[in-house]
């Protein structure tokens, strides 16, 4: 498959990032062999001195090595290494050497000097810094040491740093792109249970999800509140961050629907985020139809937009639209970080679910800290999801403690 096979150019650092079962071993095995195989079985290859480093010294041993992808299982009868278990290398009949180092022992890495390394799973290693950091100082033989590595994505700071090197070159690979040698079973469960959660993403579509520094909302965090099927709702409401210009360059327009059991004081309340029907580079018209479709969809109460930059412009575009829609205009006073603190709140208590499928608006979620939003853009999806919630939870909230006010 395309993506295990070695890309061209000059790099230094091949990244495989792939789901679960996606073929990263299968790929890492069959580069070590290209690198350390010639001709024929005693030629010698680009590579004489390999280092094979995983997180122990077992799962080095017994994936890498040993295992049904393994460097074993996929050499020829005449081009099989033979694997000295006292010095933990395999030697090739031309005479290559590939030794097992750990991300236990990042000091084992200290002397020894290799022209090629594979590094398996690198993004869970405990000591990955201190690892990597030690093999670029042994990867000193050859005329271009080159290493290959296959890891699961998570957002660790090796990696990170990592990718954004100009010498990385990086493949990406879902784990359905291995379908015809995982277990049906095994996909069907996976994508019954994960499919549309961040979970899902980074384990099943190999992505690398980011979260930066101090914001309000985590993976963790909503990896914890994705919640399938929906209760009966009280109330729902569409909240709306226009977008005052259009094309492919233009702001998306943040269109999210979200539904809210009521019952009882507001310490009780609970909110389920719907769905993201967001557009990007639609004309005022489109994203209108867009906005009024979804209060259709979902028969909601209410559509939210917030009216700062469009003023008039956004209710009568709304009101072409449909002029009955129930509508009602907002204006931000505050800054977005400062709007969305007390929504991040209520998913800190518990008191918010999602629907699967919302990556995008996750996407930008985890980007949203108390400084401001620190990805590219502006966060449109963010801030139609803090107006729905403000309309469902926070202002009802506000006035059911009122003096003499006791529902809603």
């Not at 000295?84 to 005479?95: D, F, H, I, T, Y």
């Not at 609970?270 to 139809?289: K, L």
């Amino acid at each position: 498959m395309e993506h295990q096979l070695p890309p061209e150019g000059d790099w230094r650092t091949w990244v495989i990032m792939g789901g679960r079962g996606a073929g990263k071993t299968r790929a890492g095995a069959e580069w070590v062999r290209s690198m350390v195989e010639g001709s024929t079985p005693l030629d010698e290859g680009q590579a004489r001195r390999v280092a094979l480093v995983g997180e122990t010294q077992d799962q080095v041993r017994e994936v890498m090595i040993f295992g049904d992808s393994g460097i074993l299982a996929c050499s020829p009868p005449d081009r099989r290494p033979t694997w000295q278990a006292s010095r933990k290398r395999l030697v090739w009949p031309n005479g290559a050497e590939a030794s097992v180092y750990t991300a236990h022992d990042p000091e084992g890495l200290r002397g020894p000097q290799f022209d090629a390394a594979w590094v398996d799973e690198m993004a869970k290693w405990k000591k990955a810094r201190e690892t990597w950091d030690m093999l670029q100082f042994a990867l000193r033989l050859g005329e271009r040491p080159q290493v290959c590595v296959t890891t699961t994505p998570r957002n660790v700071g090796v990696l990170k740093g990592l990718l954004a090197l100009p010498s990385t070159v990086v493949t990406h690979a879902p784990t359905e792109a291995n379908a015809a040698n995982l277990a049906g079973s095994f996909l069907e469960e996976v994508r019954e249970r994960y499919a549309g959660t961040r979970l899902g993403r980074q384990e099943l579509d190999g992505v690398l999800l980011s979260d930066a520094e101090g914001a309000l909302w985590t993976s963790e965090m909503l990896e914890a509140c994705h919640q399938k099927g929906m209760p009966a709702f009280d109330r729902v409401v569409v909240g709306v961050d226009p977008a005052i210009t259009s094309g492919k360059s233009s702001d998306e327009c943040g269109i999210v629907v979200v539904g809210a059991v009521m019952q009882g004081p507001p310490q009780d309340w609970r909110a389920h985020v719907i769905c993201d029907a967001s557009v990007q580079g639609a004309r005022p018209s489109e994203w209108a139809a867009a906005a009024v479709a979804a209060v259709e969809t979902f028969q909601a109460d209410r559509l939210v937009a917030e009216v700062n930059q469009g003023g008039q412009m956004v209710h009568e575009v709304v009101r072409q639209i449909d002029p009955m829609v129930p509508f009602k205009g907002v204006h931000a006073s505050r800054g977005k970080a400062v709007r969305a603190e007390p929504i991040a709140s209520l998913y800190e208590q518990g008191r918010i679910s999602h629907a699967p499928d919302l990556g995008p608006l996750e996407d930008q979620m985890v980007l949203m800290t108390r400084r401001g939003y620190v990805g590219d853009g502006s966060p449109d999806r963010v801030d139609a999801l803090v107006w729905a919630l403000h309309e469902l939870m926070v202002e009802p909230a506000r006035e059911y403690r009122r003096p003499g006010v006791r529902a809603l």
